[in-house]
């Protein structure tokens, strides 16, 4: 044992190794997320003992390793939509994710050990804010992701997001790892155990009180969704005409709607075909669902669909010329409702894949444009809208309409709720990935929305986990992979506002702050906190 603990590799693998079984699916696993961290900490404390006074320090090339066997095990299911996307990722990650070790490593020096441990916690905040918010954004394993699979113990995220998750994990590697160290100096445990004890019991334990408490205003809709389960690859763009898609659809809502169903929704590009919104009324899919609506009183469906916009003068940065050259029109993945009165309206997505629905760094990579794999119906950069827009019913209800990899935004989720939604609609296809941990983990992630927005959801996915969560995150029914169904439930509307809804990822900016506070005194020679 002793010999692992001193094998820098050994270190590094453990807790790559230990942040795979830790993360969602695999929710038996999830306690180990409060210990991941340890293995680095001590391996660190190795390599600053042994290279005091050496400038360079072998230390990136152990803590990738770490991150590389995390991100790989975790988001290997990236490989079936895009190879190159899955190395990028990867690399990328494990390359970010180890700078806020470096950061800790050069402030072992200082004074006080818990400014170099705050300086930590500051500089993976700020890695993860932004990770959240540049060009090449993937926040799929921001830590406070991890804890998705228990909803119970995580009510206070209605107060935190997801960055109080990562808070709370890394202050609770930190006393581990204290712990640890008092362990090896045989030193009384008791200090750091209790610490370690109020750190993780305390939260759980208000988590659970808010779980058990938490009651929903009775304020019900009736929704059904539908996972029509056509294969992404070789059906959906090329393989099965769009108008029978469309009535594989409808007779999958039919087979479970009722006369009072309120809303019906269908995944993420449920109409394929790039339709021309200046002639949306006379679209033959449209109509064909306009006639359906027309059973329910008050029918609304809610659907993805491939659209278009034509330009006559000026355009966008992505709009697209024709082939002769002439001006111009942009491809939108889009969201669409259409009531049973005939009225549409229209959501633009707005968070894009990078490298698949949008050129990241336009201004520096627009040579790499006709590289732009093609995903979800169009190739190239996809257009997009600023705002956060909400449907609206006739009769006032007002609904989200997330639209895939937007709903592991949090920040950007509470916009439509300060924007008047009462429920949330998530759309998607994750078809792409296969029968992979990746729509498994899509879909726990839409859980903490649910908690951080206390709005109900409602998740209509092509294929993999189609599904209703109440306010607190629970999944109150979920369809199987690869199974065309339908879901009929009822949801509780709510209009309250959360704290987090209010102020966003507060606890990110801090971290920012205190991470350019620190860095500022490392850049000066760490002066003012140096012994």
Same mark, same amino acid.
């Given at each position: 044992?002793?010999?692992?603990?001193?094998?820098?590799?050994?270190?590094?693998?453990? &807790?790559?190794?230990?942040?795979?079984?830790?993360?969602?699916?695999?929710?038996?696993?999830?306690?180990?997320?409060? =210990?991941?961290?340890?293995?680095?900490?001590?391996?660190?404390?190795?390599?600053?003992? #042994?290279?005091?006074?050496?400038? *360079?320090?072998?230390?990136?090339?152990?803590?990738?390793?770490?991150?590389?066997?995390?991100?790989?095990?975790?988001?290997?299911?990236?490989?079936?939509?895009?190879?190159?996307?899955?190395?990028?990722? /990867?690399?990328?990650? @494990?390359?970010?994710?180890?700078?806020?070790?470096?950061? !800790?490593? $050069?402030?072992?020096?200082?004074?006080?050990? %818990?400014?170099?441990?705050?300086?930590? =916690?500051?500089?993976?905040?700020?890695?993860?804010?932004?990770?959240?918010?540049?060009?090449?954004?993937?926040?799929?394993?921001?830590?406070?992701?991890?804890?998705?699979?228990?909803?119970?113990?995580?009510?206070?995220?209605?107060?935190?997001?997801?960055?109080?998750?990562?808070?709370?994990?890394?202050?609770?590697?930190?006393?581990?790892?204290?712990? %640890?160290?008092?362990?090896?100096? *045989?030193?009384?445990?008791?200090?750091?155990?209790?610490?370690?004890?109020?750190?993780?019991?305390?939260?759980?334990?208000? &988590?659970?009180?808010?779980?058990?408490?938490?009651?929903?205003?009775?304020?019900?809709?009736?929704?059904?969704? /539908?996972?029509?389960?056509?294969?992404?690859?070789?059906?959906?763009?090329?393989? =099965?005409?769009?108008?029978?898609? /469309?009535? $594989?659809?409808?007779?999958?809502?039919?087979?479970?709607? #009722?006369?009072?169903?309120?809303?019906?929704?269908?995944?993420?590009?449920?109409?394929?075909?790039?339709? %021309?919104?200046?002639?949306?009324?006379? @679209?033959?899919?449209?109509?064909? +669902? $306009?006639?359906?609506?027309?059973?329910?009183?008050?029918?609304?469906?809610?659907?993805?669909?491939?659209?278009?916009?034509?330009?006559?003068?000026?355009?966008?940065?992505?709009?697209?010329? !024709?082939?002769?050259?002439?001006?111009?029109?942009?491809?939108?993945?889009?969201?669409?409702? +259409?009531?049973?009165?005939?009225?549409?309206?229209?959501?633009?997505?707005?968070?894009?894949?990078?490298?698949?629905?949008?050129?990241?760094?336009?201004?520096?990579? *627009?040579?790499?444009?006709?590289?732009?794999?093609?995903?979800?119906?169009?190739?190239? &950069?996809?257009? @997009?809208?600023?705002?956060?827009?909400?449907?609206?019913?006739?009769?006032?209800?007002?609904?989200?309409?997330?639209?895939?990899?937007?709903?592991?935004?949090?920040?950007?989720?509470?916009?439509? /709720?300060?924007?008047?939604?009462?429920?949330?609609?998530?759309?998607?296809?994750?078809?792409?990935?296969?029968?992979?941990?990746?729509?498994?983990?899509?879909?726990?992630?839409?859980?903490?929305?649910?908690?951080?927005?206390?709005?109900?959801?409602?998740?209509?996915?092509?294929?993999? +986990?189609?599904?209703?969560?109440?306010?607190?995150?629970?999944?109150?029914?979920?369809?199987?992979?690869? #199974?065309?169904?339908?879901?009929?439930?009822?949801?509780?509307?709510?209009?309250?506002?959360?704290?987090?809804?209010?102020?966003?990822?507060?606890?990110?900016?801090?971290?920012?702050?205190?991470?350019?506070?620190?860095?500022?005194?490392?850049?000066?020679?760490?002066?003012?906190?140096?012994?």
């Amino acid at each position: 044992m002793n010999k692992l603990l001193h094998n820098k590799w050994a270190l590094a693998c453990s &807790s790559g190794l230990l942040f795979w079984l830790a993360w969602p699916p695999f929710a038996f696993g999830t306690p180990f997320l409060f =210990i991941v961290l340890v293995p680095l900490f001590i391996l660190v404390q190795q390599l600053y003992t #042994q290279q005091q006074g050496i400038k *360079k320090s072998p230390l990136f090339r152990y803590t990738f390793t770490a991150f590389a066997i995390w991100n790989t095990l975790s988001t290997y299911w990236i490989w079936n939509a895009s190879p190159v996307g899955a190395v990028i990722a /990867v690399l990328l990650n @494990s390359t970010l994710m180890s700078l806020p070790f470096i950061g !800790y490593y $050069k402030s072992l020096g200082w004074k006080k050990k %818990w400014l170099s441990y705050t300086a930590f =916690i500051s500089y993976w905040l700020a890695y993860e804010y932004f990770h959240l918010n540049w060009d090449l954004s993937w926040p799929w394993l921001t830590l406070g992701n991890g804890l998705a699979e228990w909803p119970s113990f995580i009510q206070w995220y209605e107060y935190t997001g997801v960055f109080g998750g990562t808070v709370w994990l890394v202050v609770a590697n930190i006393l581990a790892y204290e712990l %640890w160290i008092a362990y090896q100096a *045989k030193k009384r445990l008791v200090y750091p155990s209790v610490a370690l004890l109020g750190c993780l019991i305390l939260p759980i334990t208000i &988590s659970q009180i808010r779980y058990h408490t938490y009651q929903e205003e009775e304020n019900p809709t009736s929704v059904v969704v /539908v996972q029509p389960n056509i294969d992404p690859y070789n059906e959906k763009f090329s393989g =099965i005409p769009a108008i029978e898609q /469309v009535g $594989k659809m409808l007779r999958l809502s039919d087979s479970v709607a #009722q006369p009072n169903t309120e809303f019906i929704i269908w995944p993420e590009t449920a109409l394929p075909d790039n339709i %021309w919104e200046e002639t949306l009324t006379t @679209s033959l899919e449209i109509d064909t +669902i $306009k006639h359906f609506l027309k059973k329910f009183t008050h029918g609304n469906l809610l659907t993805g669909a491939s659209t278009a916009r034509l330009y006559t003068t000026e355009a966008t940065a992505t709009a697209r010329h !024709y082939k002769s050259g002439e001006c111009c029109y942009d491809v939108y993945n889009t969201a669409l409702q +259409i009531e049973n009165n005939g009225k549409i309206q229209v959501y633009h997505k707005s968070k894009l894949v990078p490298g698949v629905e949008q050129m990241p760094f336009p201004a520096v990579l *627009k040579f790499l444009a006709p590289l732009t794999l093609q995903l979800g119906g169009a190739s190239g &950069s996809l257009g @997009s809208q600023p705002e956060r827009t909400v449907f609206y019913t006739q009769n006032g209800i007002g609904v989200a309409p997330v639209i895939c990899y937007e709903s592991i935004y949090g920040a950007f989720v509470t916009d439509y /709720v300060k924007n008047g939604a009462q429920f949330i609609a998530i759309i998607t296809n994750d078809g792409w990935w296969g029968n992979t941990s990746g729509y498994h983990q899509h879909a726990a992630y839409a859980r903490l929305r649910a908690i951080e927005t206390r709005r109900s959801i409602a998740r209509a996915a092509n294929t993999g +986990i189609s599904c209703f969560i109440n306010q607190r995150g629970d999944m109150l029914q979920q369809t199987p992979w690869w #199974q065309p169904t339908a879901l009929s439930g009822t949801l509780n509307l709510n209009t309250a506002f959360t704290f987090y809804t209010h102020t966003g990822d507060y606890l990110a900016y801090i971290g920012c702050a205190f991470a350019l506070l620190f860095l500022l005194f490392q850049l000066l020679g760490n002066r003012f906190l140096k012994s």
